[in-house]
């Protein structure tokens, strides 16, 4: 019904959600959706991934100590207080802790990351009796070796944190940089080293098993090609598709292939037309007819897009298929669709965080249409 009163209900690429069972459910149901596969919300499925790896008993129950000493200094205004003049005194800046919280992304890593930095502050405030009693000071020790597993774990954790960001961004193509981040970070940050302790040995194997479950990266003769892996052949950073096994490379360039064709036959009908650059306009139009059989041949845009230079993982993709709309134009439109698919559901939940700082308690009345409005201009203010 939404779909057709914004007269988009064959527009529709994906629908990207969280992981709960009765909204892809819901998605699974929808007949005008044409990419059902793997389209989760790549961040909230990399947070689940990484919290059951963090289920170890030692590493949770460190993470718990923390959260205990963070807990402590956020409910007594005193030692919150003591903290900050410890930081003053040792030339630190005055920052409060941070609470992991189950709902919020990279909060783990947040938290860690924080207490180890004011470690010293925090351990001359505990080691003060005015103002710490033996108990409490004892509940809240942190020895040498649990620090060191702390820093373990914050060296762990920032890759993921790093990519966890990299998706959620919403100004360039992420989807199509999700298995090869993915790849990126278990081959380069997550190998296993002779040296790893216990710790950083079954964090890796942990969280390997979960992202690869998770975001299916193995590929197996029952696989579907996801929209992912197409987005990721139609970037043209990661269009060699290394990061994917040999089969898995064969079936997704042969469904990317299939989808041109598709697209050739529904605008078989249509005159494709090449615009006149400033330059090359002279020779274009001489040669039209030659140029105009060319380009709309589907087997011929195929194999000239294969045989482009792979770009550098920093280069634009975006840009680099705006300047090539008119060799391959049957390409670019299937590009659109799939590089236009977000990695994430952030946008919308920044949407509905939006929506709630608008409509608040004194503000309950306020027409939806003027929401609607007050949200857009919101979220567009560096447009105006």
């Known amino acids: ?29 929808l007949d005008n959706i044409t990419e059902k596969n793997d389209i989760t919300c790549a961040a909230h499925t990399l947070q689940l991934a990484v919290n059951n ?19 402590h200094f956020k409910h007594s205004n005193l030692a919150s207080q003591y903290l900050k003049d410890k930081q003053e005194q040792l030339g630190m800046p005055t920052e409060s802790l941070i609470q992991s919280c189950k709902t919020r992304l990279n909060s783990i890593f947040m938290m860690l990351d924080r207490i180890y930095k004011n470690r010293c502050p925090i351990s001359n405030v505990l080691a003060d009796r005015s103002l710490t009693t033996e108990e409490m000071a004892h509940k809240f020790e942190v020895s040498e070796h649990q620090w060191t597993n702390v820093e373990t774990l914050i060296k762990l954790l920032k890759p993921l944190q790093i990519m966890t960001t990299v998706f959620c961004g919403d100004k360039y193509c992420s989807s199509s940089m999700v298995r090869p981040l993915l790849n990126a970070v278990i081959k380069k940050h997550l190998k296993h080293n002779i040296s790893d302790d216990e710790i950083a040995e079954n964090f890796k194997t942990n969280v390997i098993r979960e992202l690869s479950d998770h ?9 579907v090609v996801s929209a992912r892996q197409i987005a990721s052949f139609l970037d043209p950073r990661f269009k060699d598709l290394k990061h994917e096994t040999v089969d898995a490379r064969e079936e997704i360039r042969t469904q990317v292939k299939n989808l041109i064709k598709e697209m050739a036959e529904f605008n078989r009908d249509v005159q494709i037309e090449i615009p006149v650059t400033k ?24 194999q000239n897009y294969l045989a482009e230079p792979q770009l550098k993982f920093d280069f634009d993709a975006l840009e680099w298929w705006k300047t090539r709309t008119s ?27 939006t929506a709630g700082n608008i409509v608040t308690a004194k503000k309950s009345f ?3 249409e003027t929401v609607n409005m007050l949200i857009f201009l919101y979220q567009n203010k560096q447009l105006l």
């Open 53 to 71: 790896a963090l289920k170890y008993d030692k590493i949770n129950n460190l993470i718990q100590l923390c959260s205990k000493i963070v807990c």
């Open 366 to 368: 306020l027409a939806p």
């Open 215 to 223: 975001f299916k990266l193995l590929w197996t003769p029952s696989s």
């Open 279 to 302: 330059h090359h306009g002279a020779l274009e139009y001489l040669f039209s007819d030659e140029v105009n059989c060319n380009i709309a041949d589907s087997d011929i845009q195929y």
């Open 1 to 29: 019904m939404t779909f057709n009163n914004w007269e988009i209900d064959q527009k529709v690429t994906a629908v990207v959600t969280d992981n709960a069972k009765n909204v892809l459910n819901a998605v699974n149901l």
């Open 327 to 353: 060799k391959y134009p049957l390409i670019v439109a299937l590009a659109m669709k799939y590089l236009g698919i977000p990695a994430t559901s952030v946008s919308s939940e920044r949407c509905f965080s």
